[in-house]
């Protein structure tokens, strides 16, 4: 019942950029956080960045910030990672995931109910 699905993953140049969507379904997509987090080869997952529930307010790890934006459409019941100047170490599997809980943690991951599969990302020198 509940999905999320992720598309928009490729294999790009080092510079280039990819915009991430992940479709929801199942679940009241307007009570839920949203986050985008990354696994690369041999590392833990990590943060990358969220966005409040009425797409006010976004947060980011720093490696990221100022090249990669999240963003919202309720209606669509879509979130979206915008992401520009992609670099070699942007390499990983992304991930969206959902977070109904308010006031808790959004970069730890145990704090989201709902994940998607992932979507690849390779960045190339």
């Known amino acids: 019942q509940v999905q999320l699905v992720e598309s928009g993953g490729g294999l790009v140049q080092a510079g280039a950029s990819l915009r991430l969507s992940c479709a929801a379904s199942?679940?009241?997509?307007?009570?839920?956080?949203m986050g985008w987090f990354r696994q690369a080869p041999g590392k833990e997952r990590e943060f990358v960045g969220s966005?409040?529930?009425?797409?006010?307010?976004?947060r980011y790890t720093d490696s990221v910030k100022g090249r990669f934006t999240i963003s919202r459409d309720n209606a669509k019941r879509t979130v979206y990672l915008q992401m520009n100047n992609l670099k070699p170490d942007d390499t990983a599997v992304y991930y969206c995931?959902?977070?109904?809980?308010?006031?808790?943690?959004?970069?730890?991951?145990?704090?989201?109910?709902?994940w998607g599969q992932g979507t690849q990302v390779a960045v190339r020198s």
């Open positions: 199942g679940f009241t997509f307007s009570l839920y956080a």
């Open positions: 995931a959902a977070k109904r809980a308010v006031d808790t943690d959004a970069t730890v991951p145990q704090r989201y109910g709902f």
């Open positions: 966005i409040d529930r009425s797409g006010s307010n976004a």
